[in-house]
């Protein structure tokens, strides 16, 4: 059973990099929404790959209060959405 309500994956191969990306978007449950004024989402955004040959892996995750698609979200990525759409990130 899944329990995100939008996810999409990205796969790009530029200047010697391969590089997927994977987003999810939760929606936030009704108790946290209730505390925190303006809570809709929290997203969470998986990278992993290879740069110059080395793998790597990046979990990122973010507060959000718009209800946003994934595939949106990880369009957005390139243009700083982070600042655009009204999300905070932080560390798991």
């Not at 990205?10 to 990099?17: A, D």
């Not at 809570?39 to 793998?55: D, I, Y």
């Not at 973010?62 to 369009?75: D, F, G, R, T, V």
Request: aromatic share 10%.
């Amino acid at each position: 059973m899944r329990d995100w309500r939008s996810m999409a994956i990205t796969v790009e191969n530029v200047h010697s990099r391969k590089v997927q990306r994977e987003c999810k978007v939760f929606a936030a449950p009704e108790q946290i929404q209730k505390k925190w004024s303006g809570l809709k989402t929290f997203v969470v955004v998986e990278r992993q790959g290879e740069r110059n040959g080395q793998p790597f892996y990046e979990r990122q995750s973010y507060i959000c209060s718009q209800c946003l698609e994934a595939q949106q979200l990880l369009s957005d990525i390139h243009l700083s959405w982070v600042s655009k759409i009204d999300c905070i990130g932080f560390e798991m």
